[in-house]
C-alpha cells in the first residue's frame, strides 16, 4: 500500500510569488491533515479535511494560506503572495476514520522564500 | 501557547543502555497521547501511542508510561540501538483530531 505523498519535495521561490503544494493521502483515508514546522521547531497544526470538507482551519496563519481537496482525494496548499515567514517545511498527513487512528505522515515539501 | 512541551533538545546514550525521554503538556483535555520518531529528510513516523485511561503501555523495545496527575509521559526504550538515533516527538490530541507536537528531542546512540 502506498504511503502519503507529496510534492514538490523542494521548492525555492521569492517573496510575492505563489506556490502550490500537493498531498495525496493514503487511498481510502477519510481524514487528511496539514502541518508545518518552521526552523526546527515543533510542528504546527494547520487544518483538517474530512472527505472534501474543512473540519477544522483554526490553524491557517492568515488568509495568504488557502486549502483544497478535491473530490476527497488529493489536497492542495496554495500561498499567495508568500512571506518570509513562511518558510518551513510542510507535512501533509491521512488517517482513518477515529481521531485514535493513527496519522501517517507523508515525507514533507520544504519550502524556502528569499 | 505551547501546548506540549520536550524540556530536554538532545540526549545521547550508549548503545544497549535505556533511553528515556520526557514529555510534559499543559491542556487537560487531552486524552490521547503519541510518539512519533523522525529521521533526516523524512517524515514522522508513528511509534507509540498510550489512551489516557491506562498508564502503561508496551510494544516491544519501546514502552510509553503516562502520568495524568502530573501531566507528564515518557518514553523508554530499551535496549537503545544506533537505528533508534532520530528525532522524537510527543504529541497529544483530544476527540477534535488535530496533533499538538512538542519540539523534539533528538537521541544519539553511541556505539
Known amino acids: 500500500e502506498a504511503g502519503v505523498t507529496q510534492f514538490p519535495s523542494h521548492s525555492v521561490i521569492e517573496k510575492g510569488q505563489t506556490v502550490t503544494l500537493r498531498c495525496d493521502p493514503i487511498s481510502g483515508h477519510d481524514n487528511l491533515y496539514w502541518y508545518r514546522r518552521v526552523m526546527g521547531k515543533e510542528i504546527k497544526f494547520l487544518l483538517h479535511?474530512?472527505?472534501?470538507?474543512?473540519?477544522?482551519e483554526s490553524g491557517m496563519p492568515n488568509n495568504r494560506f488557502l486549502a483544497e481537496r478535491t473530490g476527497g482525494t488529493y489536497s492542495t496548499l496554495k500561498v499567495q503572495p508568500a512571506e518570509l515567514e513562511d518558510s518551513g517545511v510542510y507535512f501533509c498527513a491521512s488517517s482513518q476514520k477515529r481521531f485514535t487512528d493513527t496519522q501517517y505522515f507523508g515525507p514533507g515539501t520544504r519550502l524556502t522564500v528569499l | 501557547d505551547q501546548q506540549v512541551k520536550q524540556n530536554s533538545p538532545s540526549l545521547s546514550v550508549q548503545e544497549g543502555r535505556i533511553s528515556i525521554l520526557n514529555c510534559d503538556y499543559t491542556n487537560s483535555m487531552f486524552d490521547y497521547f503519541l510518539w512519533y520518531k523522525k529521521y533526516p529528510a523524512e517524515g514522522p513516523t508513528f511509534l507509540i501511542s498510550?489512551?489516557?485511561?491506562?498508564d502503561k503501555n508496551e510494544d516491544g523495545r519501546f514502552t510509553v508510561f503516562l502520568n495524568k496527575s502530573a501531566k507528564h509521559l515518557s518514553l523508554h526504550i530499551v535496549p537503545s540501538q544506533p537505528g533508534d538515533s532520530a528525532v522524537y516527538f510527543c504529541?497529544?490530541?483530544?476527540?477534535?483530531?488535530?496533533?499538538?507536537f512538542g519540539a523534539g528531542t533528538t537521541v544519539t546512540v553511541r556505539a
Open positions: 479535511f474530512v472527505k472534501e470538507s474543512k473540519q477544522d
Open positions: 498510550i489512551s489516557s485511561i491506562k
Open positions: 504529541a497529544a490530541s483530544s476527540n477534535d483530531y488535530k496533533l499538538s
